[in-house]
């Protein structure tokens, strides 16, 4: 089964040539500053968001820019519509953009879908959800010929979460070929701008810690609204069954920067994690 893009034309531009031009401008070395991860590391996990270009493209391109991904790549997001299963993983067919298609990866699909009871072939989570569609513009133009597995994940069970994360973890630790996760997420929403920094340090701290447990914790005691907390924690406990060392934060930014409203702003993070 394939799937046909839901936000062309609203978060992004739905014209082939406008959107590459775009997507390019994002990721090019001129558009990022001085950070980066370490030289020559590569990425097993990527986090960055998915607004409308205009507000997070600048945070999304430059985290990818600066990352070493493999050219087959998990995708992990949050459900937005409540439609579907806790881990719901598209198994196969294309994820078409306009002028392209992602290819699922069938193989990994099926490894993934073995690994855990948990994790179910699902098309529903995701054909209304917007969060794995808003990053695929930059994953093909860094790669063309990148292959994915996408993964909505809605559980809300911290133990199901590091059960599923382990086994992910596992599994792609053991495949065949190298795999890079990336996790589509906001961070707070609807707050003022200088509370989004706060509260967006807080939970961003227990990223760069490598510390799922308490990503999840501190979102929950602080009430952050970081729309991606379920499917970070899962990749996290993921990256560290792959061996995962350190974390990197490669950007930050939040909408009042685009739109010069301060006062109601959605904040974005791009990390890496090698």
Partial sequence: MDRQPVVAGRFYDADPARLGAVVQGLLSPQSFPEKHAPEGARTLLAMVPHAGYIYSGGVCGMTLAGAALASTVLLLGPNHTGLGLPFALWPDGNWHIPGAALPVDQELASLLLAADQRIKADTAAHLREHSIEVVLPFLHRLDPLVTM??????????????????????????????????????????????????????????????DPRGLFDTVRSHSISMCGVLPMTVALFAALEMGATWGHLAAYATSGEASGDFDQVVGYAGVLVG
């Fill in 149 to 210: 597995v996408p993964l909505a994940v809605a559980s809300r069970s911290f133990a199901d979460l590091e059960g599923v994360g382990r086994a992910i973890g596992r599994t792609l630790a053991a495949y065949s070929r190298p795999v890079s996760m990336v996790v589509s997420s906001d961070m707070s929403h609807y707050v003022s701008h200088d509370e989004a920094r706060r509260l967006d340090s807080l939970a961003l701290d227990a990223v760069l810690a490598l």
